[in-house]
């Protein structure tokens, strides 16, 4: 039976600032359509990790194959959700504009700029807020408004960095639920980083645990829950309560065996 090659290939990557290393030695690979999270605690390099991954980052040494070619620069397959979504969204701009920007900078045509932006705001339930500007709208709302973005450029690969951070429970939950969501609705495949250890194992397929100075996976953890995730059924299952308890316990042993301070400097 053939293989299903993957779609995102990293090998011995390693990434250096003067003589700190941040990075080292990290090999993976993420399938296609699949949810792969990489979590870890701050300090671990994740974000540095998530730049290497996505072209923003040139690494020291290693490589990142995106379907077989090298990544130089973020590929055109790719959207980015940061976790500081009121920076990433332009306060001039209307909501239907900020949505609307990566397609009209890469020539979509008019009439579809429309179509894909109305529906990608009904995706997220922001119809109504279209002509509002990113002031206007509470963190949540904000953040729905990237991932908005995100969907209306189709992207294969969709890249999140800890984008639920700053909001609160309920709108974390409801985020978490929309993104599983529009990921089966579009067969994307999603990398996600967060330090949060019970949404690392709702959210995903895989889980990547992280450790710090210098950072390098140190497991990777299968998440053998239903496909169907429910915020209060799916957090009852013993399962969950397993694998919460097993990706916990290898982030706070890796912690416990540092071996040398961090540098918060150039670490993220």
């Known amino acids: 039976m053939t293989q299903t090659p993957p779609i995102l290939h990293v090998d011995r990557l390693a990434k250096d600032y003067g003589s700190f290393r941040a990075l080292d030695d990290i090999t993976f690979d993420v399938a296609p359509g ?32 995106y379907q077989g070619q090298a990544v130089d620069g973020v590929p055109r397959e790719f959207a980015v959700v940061l976790q500081d979504y009121s920076r990433s969204l332009l306060p001039w701009f209307s909501v239907e504009k900020n949505v609307a920007l990566p397609l009209r900078a890469h020539g979509v045509a008019k009439a579809e700029v429309a179509e894909r932006t109305a529906r990608a705001l009904a995706d997220v339930g922001l119809r109504d807020a279209a002509r509002k500007h990113p002031g206007e709208l509470s963190g949540g709302m904000q ?3 990237a991932i908005a973005r995100a969907i209306a450029y189709q992207p294969e690969v969709l890249v999140m960095d800890e984008p639920f951070a700053s909001v609160d429970a309920q709108t974390r939950a409801d985020l978490e639920d929309l993104v599983l969501t529009l990921r089966e609705e579009f067969g994307m495949t999603v990398v996600f980083v967060t330090h949060d250890v019970d949404e690392s194992v709702y959210l995903s397929d895989r889980v990547a645990v ?22 209060i059924a799916t957090k009852e299952l013993p399962r969950f309560s397993q694998l919460r308890s097993e990706v916990f316990a290898e982030i706070r042993n890796r912690v416990r065996d540092v071996d040398g301070p961090t540098s918060p400097e150039y670490v993220i």
């Open 34 to 65: 699949e949810f792969f999270t990489i979590v870890g605690p701050s300090g671990a390099g994740k974000t540095t990790l998530l730049r290497c991954l996505t072209g923003l980052l040139e690494p020291t040494s290693g490589t990142v194959e």
């Open 143 to 145: 953040q729905r408004a």
């Open 210 to 231: 992280v450790s710090k100075s210098p950072s390098r996976i140190t497991t990777v953890v299968d998440i053998d829950l239903p496909r169907q995730r429910d915020q």
